[in-house]
């Protein structure tokens, strides 16, 4: 329905829509993955310039010299994204079910620490766990941390950073799969006698797996590309591969190695996704 | 039961205060988590806004040393802060209208026709939501470095980190504004048509209106990612600097408690248009 060149034209409306914004994401964002591709082919130097030679040597090599920061940010990203979850969830449930008439505020609540910009709010989780701070001070006292222990330039502290940093990903979209659970549901399973616990566990939880599926996907991804946290929280022993790439391309002027990394990044992502969605059904992604 | 109360020891009283604070804690436990939870959330926020009022000793602004206005009165006395500050707006403003300009058309051929090459169109809005933005930024940068060679040379600057934000934001106004039409009442067009109305007079006056919030919500959604946006940025500006890229040099040298000025005025702005958007929605939600 809607408009009447539409009647007339049905399929070419559509394409005129679509067409000056996929033309600028193919020209902007396709084309330019091509251009990463070929670059990660490419050998040379700064001095002598960079040429195509099918150098799968970046690839290898990025692998060799590089396999420990691949492995970290992995690790990383993983720790932080299941810490956020099993954060998040409670509020995202006490959010969707309990919220009444303040659940808008309350959402904002969850987005509104995300206004202050990135990287000063990682700034501030410097100031927070640096070394003469309240929680340094705290630990110590209790003895979970010892004498002259620190926090900042370690990979807790990059962890917590990027859990921290995500929690929006992983809170909005739990809330929203929460929110559509219909509550008859769970009253049903109560009047057959399942336990407040069996019932979450049986109806309310598998419910609101898209919500999971999407939130730890939204966390992981930009988490195990992230170089901030690392490099503001931790010291070169935490360094991820976002860190790599970011200085060879920015610093070092090794685009080959930097796309190589990129594209062997993106490849590992990818793969970790595709495991997931077979583990929790593929249709629970897309859904 | 008051009785009982009045004639219990004093110790007691005090035993049984703690069991009713324990009793109202476990009956709560989910709302006090959601509490503490909110209060880790603000943490930093606070410390953020806090020290916008330090007046620190040294280059770098960690410690408390006591509170001063000045920060705030002379908020663009740091060197290269004030026009970091303008090209991010710029920057925000334009990439701001121009993906939601995008975002809006894409949403609307993607909910109201059906057309072949759809699953391709969704896949291609979905990747750059999916795409680490370090290999967004690498891979963009990598375009600029190559046209070059191609006769077409676009130095780095201005235009390519405009290029760059409408890139990433695209996708965020599709899914925004595709949100809101999915659940729109087309008998409402409809019915304006059987009145009489033309197509395009349809569009203006109901369609319109009626994803005009949505339109707006993607706007703000985008000037927000935009401002903030610090690693595609990094890649493609050359040697333009934006406000985040002026604070990842800063974090480097010095600190100065005007990045927290600053920090504290975008998240006021941000929360107050927040605030507004909800207040806006619970009227419209109260009057239907």
Redesign the interface.
């Known amino acids: ?6 009647h007339r034209h ?2 070419s ?3 005129l ?2 067409a ?3 033309l ?3 020209v ?6 091509g ?2 591709a ?2 990660s082919l490419e050998s040379g130097s700064i001095d002598f310039g960079y040429a195509f030679t099918w150098s799968w040597h970046n690839y290898s090599g990025a692998i060799s010299g590089y396999g420990k920061q691949f492995k970290r940010s992995f690790a990383y990203a993983g720790i932080a994204t299941v810490i956020a979850l099993l ?2 969830y ?2 995202a ?3 969707a079910f ?1 919220g009444g ?1 303040w659940k ?2 309350l959402l ?14 990682t ?6 766990l ?1 070394d ?1 701070g309240l929680v340094v001070r705290t630990l110590i006292d209790l003895h979970i941390l010892s004498p002259g222990g620190r926090l900042l330039a370690t990979g807790t502290a990059v962890v917590a950073g990027i859990t ?1 940093n995500f ?1 929006p990903f992983m809170a909005l979209p739990l809330y929203v799969s929460l929110e559509q659970i219909d509550h008859t549901l769970i009253e049903a399973a109560e009047d057959l006698y399942a336990s407040k616990w069996r019932a979450f566990f049986r109806v309310t939880f598998p419910l609101s797996l898209p919500g999971v599926v999407a939130g730890t ?1 939204l966390t992981f ?2 988490a ?5 946290n690392a490099q ?1 929280l931790g010291s070169t022993t935490n360094h991820m591969i ?1 860190n790599v ?2 200085s060879k ?2 610093e070092l002027i090794d ?1 080959p190695a ?2 190589a990394m ?1 594209f062997i ?2 490849a590992i ?1 990818l793969a970790l ?1 595709l495991i997931y969605a077979r583990a929790v059904g593929s249709e629970k992604l897309t859904g | 039961m008051s009785t009982a109360e009045v004639t219990l020891p004093r110790g007691r009283a005090g035993a049984s205060a703690l069991a009713k604070v324990w009793a109202f804690v476990r009956r709560h436990v989910l709302t006090v988590y959601s509490l503490l939870f909110f209060g880790y959330l603000m943490l930093p926020i606070g410390v953020v806004i806090a020290f916008s009022f330090n007046h620190p000793r040294g280059r770098f602004n960690y410690t408390w040393r006591g509170f001063t206005w000045d920060n705030w009165l002379h908020w663009n006395s740091v060197a290269g802060i004030q026009s970091a500050i303008v090209l991010s707006l710029e920057i925000a403003l334009f990439a701001s209208i121009a993906a939601t300009a995008l975002g809006t058309l894409i949403a609307l051929a993607l909910v109201r026709y059906g057309f072949r090459g759809r699953g391709t169109t969704n896949l291609i809005i979905f990747l750059p939501l999916s795409t680490p933005e370090i290999v967004l930024g690498a891979s963009l940068a990598t375009l600029f470095l190559h046209s070059a060679s191609y006769g077409l040379s676009i130095p780095f600057g201005f235009w390519t980190i405009l290029i760059a934000h409408i890139m990433f934001c695209i996708s965020f106004a599709v899914v925004t504004v595709k949100a809101r039409l999915i659940g729109f009442d087309r008998h409402l067009e409809e019915a304006a048509m059987d009145l009489g109305a033309n197509e395009w007079t349809t569009f203006r006056k109901v369609t319109l209106p009626l994803i005009a919030p949505a339109i707006l919500a993607a706007l703000l959604l985008c000037f927000a990612i935009s401002v903030d946006d610090f690693v595609v940025t990094y890649f493609n500006a050359g040697n333009r600097v934006t406000f985040p890229i002026f604070v990842w040099g800063a974090a480097r040298v010095a600190t100065p408690p005007q990045i927290n000025v600053i920090g504290t005025a975008i998240f006021a702005v941000a929360v107050s248009c927040m605030l507004g958007n909800v207040f806006i929605q619970n009227r419209r939600s109260k009057g239907a």
């Open positions: 329905m809607g408009f009447a060149f539409l049905r399929g409306t559509a394409y829509l679509l000056p914004g996929m600028f994401l193919t902007f964002f396709l084309v330019p993955l251009f990463l070929y670059q954060v998040s409670p509020v449930y006490w959010i309990r008439r808008n505020l904002l609540c969850i987005v509104a620490p995300f206004f202050v910009t990135y990287l000063i709010r700034l501030a989780w410097q100031t927070i640096s003469n921290y929690l996907l991804i930009p195990a590309g992230d170089f901030i503001l976002g790439i970011n391309y920015n685009y930097a796309a990129s990044l993106m992502i996704v």
